[in-house]
């Protein structure tokens, strides 16, 4: 019995062994694959470099969908196909114009308009300024204080906090949300500290959103870069009466019909069972978004090209998703997960790519805790190639309404110390990329795609 | 009897659980006040862009040791001395120029004269090229293949290996004993291939050696862009018998004086156990040397200016050290030592900084066993600083020759994946440091040095 018992154990670490013995190996052949091999950093150079910013319902935006369809068509796909969405269609317009007015001195400051936004009148507009540093400050200020006044955001992301993606959150609320609270208390304009943790003279774009302000109350908001916001705050103790002057030309055009992208193979085992990786295909106007989310196309794109390269067939769908309008309505994933209900699909994994090409730390999981420990056991795979954070958080805007009885959910976590530096902003292109970064993330996401497909989840 | 047993326990755990408390609460303190209050980055700024390249011997490197130590005198030590010490004194002189010779058609490549090599005569030299991937593969084509050649070493950095340093060094013999060993058959030159992962038009300059090849047979030796060789070795396929032609006139002058930076406070507890925390000031002379080794150096200096900002006096003695020469001769960290030793030091601790400014992953460690087991342990207090990795490797090589009973060496690990796309390269600049990730790896070296100085070693 001992004995029997002794050998049965012997049976069942030997199968342990030789499975972990063989992740491993398998693990070492999408690193090599990925960093010998590897494609995407030629996908981006074409993104950034020849088709350039991809804002939804651009000439780039429709040049991204042709471009990557015709580039997943030679990965080995069952087939590729464009999923029709409606997207918003916001434009800036000429470029923007700002200064401080104080006394006779124009001080020129580099602003953007933020998304969404309505123009200035075409001579632009100027005002006091009133500084505020949240939302409750204004609401304190009240109508009194604010009213005729462009209010000037200006509570900068915490440094002191190693999670810089928390920092952004915590400081957005005066983004999105700035211009529809302050035009409750008759501000007629606002201008926002560019989410940026360092001080530099890019002003930063981003989403904001009006909500339920009737439309004739709308007032333009704009981003101020941080070095910007710090003259204009020290203007302002010194003249609390100054004027602030911006023009802006921006103005949301009809909705316009544009793709998600997807490669599709069916799974040899469970073609029922449907995993999915993604980036999303749109990015701000400013740029050419090669770290939102230029990183995160190509590297999805990769994983198909890696398993090709490997001859590696999926027990499970795979399905890559280049998702459209991320940045301002997040309409494409919204409408994949429509479809997908439609259908009665079953996901059980969703992989997002959106937080820059940055040399990878890990993942993000939304899971229970019975997947969450079954996915913690395969760390140690991953450790030779320094991925070392596998949290509980969020996966990915693109995937976040997908819904199955056991859906796990993944978000890349690339280092996050310089990704703000770039996101939105003039200066995320093709050059702020690293080759090897880019790379070993694409490699990170498909390790973790082959054990979630080896071993399924519960 | 158990009561008493649970009580101890209690006891125990309680202290444990203090001590841990209070240590998690002084690395909030250390991280907040190094992402808040630190002065590392104006500090390089002034390194990089004031004052800029810093060969040993050069103005520049002068200009580094007044700088640093005046800037060192601010910070609190007991006092800050220069040690004396004879560097060598290699110069470029004129930019070099190179180019390949096939047929009628001359096309330009970026080369650069490596440290210690000898100019060409000043027509330059041109000749038949050999190209070969390996010292080994010289030897088998002998004199005879070899003779009256230029030798192109090409072989590339392994880019199938996470540790890049590992690639760098297993790559590294053809430029450090290229030129001794082709000297042995007969070539008239060398070009090697620059350490370099990625495809640029960057040369990477390093020191190289003669040994103890007799004065008159040695030869030039010149590292060419990746870029270049990657072309290079393109026309020798089409055509065996082109020329390559290179000029430089690069010459060794006579040693210099110079000097090690030394800042040092007294132990409040153990005034004779001594930690030592440095970098080097020297760089390569193409580049401010932002990455090697000014970050380094000013990491090394904000550790004091933390522990000055957190009032926090070391039990032990504590040694900030700029060393002088790590570059072409290493006689700043051997003057170190030398001495130490004459003093009778015991240096139980000795931490360098060496491998770049970009985000901090960890350490490597010299240590015993005990000693190393001792360190493990504290890891979990640095997890959420995203510091993961705890090694067993080299220290650096100012610390290299340093010895002690039982001392601990350690080296501070930052991400390497970006590191040798700037090393001894014109794009090492201020540009390629992040303000943030500079920060991070002086709170992380701050943070060690604090746990050992709290706990000694055994």
């Known amino acids: 019995m001992k004995r029997n018992f002794l050998l049965a154990l012997l049976f069942v670490n030997g199968v342990t062994l030789f499975a972990q013995n063989k992740d491993e190996q398998f693990f070492k052949q999408i690193y090599s694959s990925s960093l010998?091999?590897?494609?995407?950093?030629?996908?981006?150079?074409?993104?950034?470099?020849?088709?350039?910013?991809?804002?939804?319902?651009?000439?780039?935006?429709?040049?991204a969908v042709e471009y990557t369809k015709s580039q997943m068509e030679t990965l080995g796909f069952d087939k590729v196909y464009?999923?029709?969405?409606?997207?918003?269609?916001?434009?800036?317009?000429?470029?923007?114009?700002?200064?401080?007015?104080?006394?006779?001195?124009?001080?020129?400051?580099?602003?953007?308009?933020?998304?969404?936004?309505?123009?200035?009148?075409?001579?632009?507009?100027?005002?006091?300024?009133?500084?505020?540093?949240?939302?409750?400050?204004?609401?304190?200020?009240?109508?009194?204080?604010?009213?005729?006044?462009?209010?000037?955001?200006?509570?900068?992301?915490?440094?002191?906090?190693?999670?810089?993606?928390d920092s952004y959150f915590k400081a957005g609320d005066q983004?999105?949300?700035?211009?529809?609270?302050?035009?409750?208390?008759?501000?007629?304009?606002?201008?926002?500290?560019?989410?940026?943790?360092?001080?530099?003279?890019?002003?930063?774009?981003?989403?904001?959103n009006y909500g339920d302000l009737p439309k004739d109350q709308y007032i333009p908001a704009a981003a101020i870069s941080t070095n910007g916001a710090e003259l204009l705050s020290k203007s302002l103790k010194k003249n609390p009466n100054l004027k602030f002057y911006f023009k802006q030309s921006c103005q949301t055009l009809p909705d316009v019909l544009s793709y998600n992208v997807v490669g599709e193979i069916k799974?040899?085992?469970?073609?029922?069972?449907?995993?999915?990786?993604?980036?999303?295909?749109?990015?701000?106007?400013?740029?050419?978004?090669?770290?939102?989310?230029g990183a995160g196309v190509v590297q999805s794109m990769e994983v198909m090209n890696i398993f090709k390269n490997l001859n590696y067939k999926p027990k499970n769908t795979l399905r890559v998703v280049l998702f459209m309008n991320e940045e301002n309505g997040g309409k494409g994933g919204a409408k994949y997960e429509e479809l997908s209900k439609q259908n009665g699909e079953n996901?059980?994994?969703?992989?997002?790519?959106?937080?820059?090409?940055?040399?990878?730390?890990?993942?993000?999981?939304?899971?229970?805790?019975?997947?969450?420990?079954?996915?913690?056991?395969?760390?140690?795979?991953?450790e030779p190639y320094l991925i070392h954070s596998f949290t509980i958080g969020e996966g990915g805007s693109d995937i976040e309404h997908l819904t199955s009885k056991t859906i796990v959910k993944a978000g890349l976590k690339p280092d996050p110390q310089r990704y703000f530096d770039y996101h939105h902003a003039a200066n995320d292109k093709f050059d702020a990329i690293d080759k090897r970064e880019l790379e070993l993330g694409a490699a990170t996401m498909t390790a973790l795609i082959y054990m979630i497909d080896q071993n399924g989840i519960e």
């Not at 010998?36 to 040049?63: E, F, M, P, V």
């Not at 009133?130 to 209010?151: C, F, N, P, Y």
């Not at 799974?267 to 989310?293: F, N, Q, R, Y």
């Open 267 to 293: 799974g040899t085992e469970h073609p029922e069972k449907i995993m999915v990786v993604g980036g999303h295909l749109d990015s701000w106007d400013l740029a050419d978004g090669s770290h939102d989310d």
């Open 175 to 208: 983004r999105r949300s700035g211009a529809k609270e302050a035009a409750k208390y008759g501000a007629v304009g606002t201008i926002v500290r560019s989410l940026n943790l360092r001080l530099d003279d890019f002003p930063h774009a981003g989403g904001q």
């Open 347 to 382: 996901h059980i994994f969703a992989l997002e790519s959106d937080s820059g090409g940055f040399t990878p730390r890990g993942f993000s999981f939304e899971a229970n805790d019975v997947n969450f420990k079954k996915i913690q056991a395969y760390k140690n795979l991953f």
């Open 36 to 63: 010998t091999n590897s494609k995407c950093y030629s996908w981006l150079d074409h993104l950034s470099n020849k088709i350039g910013s991809r804002l939804s319902g651009s000439n780039g935006a429709q040049k």
């Open 82 to 165: 464009l999923q029709e969405v409606m997207v918003p269609h916001w434009v800036r317009g000429e470029k923007e114009t700002a200064y401080i007015h104080d006394n006779k001195t124009k001080t020129v400051v580099p602003i953007c308009a933020l998304g969404g936004s309505i123009a200035t009148s075409k001579n632009g507009l100027e005002a006091e300024v009133i500084e505020v540093h949240s939302l409750a400050e204004l609401k304190d200020l009240g109508t009194d204080k604010v009213k005729g006044k462009i209010v000037f955001y200006n509570r900068p992301m915490n440094p002191d906090n190693i999670d810089t993606f």
